[in-house]
């Protein structure tokens, strides 16, 4: 079976342009979750979903960045405008607690540089 | 506010030795607990999960729990280099609308020295 799926792997951008980063989660998984992971500030819940559903947002940092899941098999987190401290490591996971396992799995994430 | 707390290190362990890895938890109401490896420029991939008080073998690791001490560990017996990781702790916890999350250490870095 495939895993997590992201792309871009990685991206590099300017100040104040459109981010959008895509995930695909595993097939069946019911959960999906956004992180981001930094040197300084470690892995990070931004926001998570349970069947499509948006559960907590409270890790999302601002306006800038909002996340939708239009169907189970895609979701995107999109940053705009983006800024220099977006920099980081973005992961995206998902989890099958319907089938009784709060295991996460993640996919390769996707760096993303903000010059 | 729900926490986990690991030692960030690093921890360096001669190879062939055995390592030693903590994490406390401050949700008594956790009833999940992980341990994932990560390497330099990879994702979080899982090693073990433990639910029950007690021990749990799979090959080298042992993961220990003490609910009471709000206490889990991983032990890595005869260690190799290829073991030389950040290791992280993840403890689940009640989220929004009683729907599970996983709260995360901030990892603890292994270095196993040949």
């Known amino acids: 079976d495939a895993g997590v799926i992201q792309s871009p792997r990685h991206e590099v951008t300017e100040m104040g342009q459109e981010v959008t980063l895509r995930c695909k989660p595993i097939?069946?998984?019911?959960?999906l979750f956004w992180y981001r992971q930094t040197m300084m500030r470690g892995l990070e819940l931004l926001i998570y979903?349970?069947?499509?559903?948006?559960?907590?947002d409270s890790g999302m940092p601002e306006d800038r960045f909002s996340a939708k899941m239009p169907n189970a098999s895609f979701s995107t987190l999109k940053i705009q405008p983006s800024e220099p401290r977006d920099s980081a490591v973005y992961f995206c996971?998902?989890?099958?607690?319907?089938?009784?396992?709060?295991?996460?799995?993640f996919g390769p994430g996707t760096r993303l540089t903000v010059l | 506010q729900k926490e986990v707390e690991q030692n960030s290190g690093p921890l360096s362990v001669p190879e062939g030795a055995i390592a030693s890895l903590n994490c406390t938890y401050s949700d008594r109401g956790s009833q999940s607990f992980f341990w994932y490896r990560q390497y330099s420029g990879k994702s979080p991939e899982l090693i073990m999960f433990?639910?029950s008080n007690g021990d749990k073998e799979d090959g080298r690791f042992t993961a220990q729990l003490n609910k009471a001490s709000q206490y889990v560990s991983l032990l890595i017996r005869d260690s190799q280099p290829s073991d030389s990781a950040t290791y992280l702790c993840a403890v689940n916890t009640f989220g929004m609308d009683s729907n599970y999350q996983l709260i995360w250490g901030a990892g603890t870095k292994l270095i196993i020295k040949p």
């Open positions: 097939s069946g998984h019911n959960s």
């Open positions: 996971a998902s989890s099958s607690p319907l089938a009784g396992s709060d295991t996460q799995y």
């Open positions: 433990i639910y």
């Open positions: 979903f349970n069947n499509n559903v948006p559960i907590d």
